[in-house]
């Protein structure tokens, strides 16, 4: 069965830091676009990150880009967001997301992780 977990959220006061896992299982990782979202309840999901694990490419949304980095152990099915320089905006569930793909999507992603919340305080 394919089964993705995220974890590494917390309370992080403005400007401190996290770092995100998404660990997957039962999927051929060089296979796979990983992707990171993020919601508030009330409000539609905002895409944050993808990176193609074959070519490492990664990409970001305008909000996080200079601030969050993709990292991995993909030997272990790892994929690693750092995340520095917290903002407030920055509050939301963290999803990772995979898609069996040589592109980055958006928010076409077959497999899903739990969430994990990330909270920042002003």
């Known amino acids: 069965e394919v089964q993705l977990q995220a974890s590494g959220g917390g309370l992080v006061q403005t400007g401190g830091s996290l770092r995100l896992s998404c660990a997957a299982s039962?999927?051929?990782?060089?296979?796979?676009?990983i992707g990171w979202l993020r919601q508030v309840p009330g409000k539609e999901r905002e895409w944050v990150a993808c990176t193609v694990i074959r070519d490492g490419s990664t990409y970001y949304a305008d909000s996080v880009k200079g601030r969050f980095t993709f990292s991995g152990d993909y030997t272990k099915n790892t994929v690693y967001l750092q995340m520095n320089s917290l903002k407030p905006e920055d509050t939301a569930v963290y999803y990772c997301a995979a898609e069996e793909s040589t592109w980055c999507v958006g928010f076409d992603y077959e497999y899903w992780g739990q969430g994990t919340l990330v909270t920042v305080s002003s």
């Open positions: 039962g999927l051929t990782f060089d296979d796979y676009a």
